[in-house]
């Protein structure tokens, strides 16, 4: 009989941690200044831009809004790369799928990607026909709240 209440009682602690855990899920904003100057090695180019960010603990979802104006041409791809700090190259981890002004999306993160991206060592990259490499980039930084 005691072995059935101390079951009890852990299956009653363990519900109400289950029903207690969303309450520690959190929403983080971001933001990433974009900017020619923040190309590795910097690039001639009259572009800016500007994304905001959130993050979503619980599920792990990130989702983005990025506006931008001034490239040389079209642009031809766009990425969050890393991981990597301010400074510092690294590949691409998400692809964007869709260019046009304002690009928006959404994707799911593993626990490493969530680390990287608290660590802020992750950063946007607009490619285009003159600049291969990047004609705009930013550092992707938590909003202080």
Same mark, same amino acid.
């Given at each position: 009989?005691? &072995? /059935?209440? !101390? /079951?009890?009682?852990? #299956? ?9 855990? =969303? ?5 983080? =904003? ?6 020619? @100057? ?7 180019? &009259? ?9 979503? !603990? ?8 990025? !506006? ?8 031809? #791809?766009?990425?969050?790369? *890393?991981? #990597? @700090? ?15 002004? =304002?690009?928006? *999306? ?21 490619? !285009? ?7 705009? &980039? *930013?550092?992707?930084?938590?909003? @202080?709240?």
């Amino acid at each position: 009989m005691l &072995r /059935l209440r !101390t /079951l009890g009682t852990c #299956a009653a602690l363990a519900a109400g941690l289950i029903a207690a855990a =969303p309450a520690a899920a959190e929403t983080i =904003p971001f933001t990433s200044a974009l900017s020619p @100057a923040n190309q590795v090695p910097p690039v001639d180019s &009259r572009a800016t831009g500007s994304a905001e960010l959130l993050y979503e !603990t619980e599920t792990r979802m990130l989702t983005w809004m990025i !506006t931008y104006s001034g490239l040389s041409s079209p642009a031809t #791809a766009a990425h969050i790369h *890393g991981p #990597a @700090a301010p400074g510092q190259n690294a590949p691409p981890i998400i692809t964007m799928t869709v260019l046009q002004n =304002p690009v928006v *999306g959404t994707a799911a993160l593993t626990e490493e990607q969530s680390e990287q991206l608290l660590g802020e060592l992750w950063y946007f990259n607009f490619h !285009t026909p003159a600049f291969p490499g990047g004609e705009l &980039r *930013g550092q992707i930084i938590p909003i @202080a709240q």
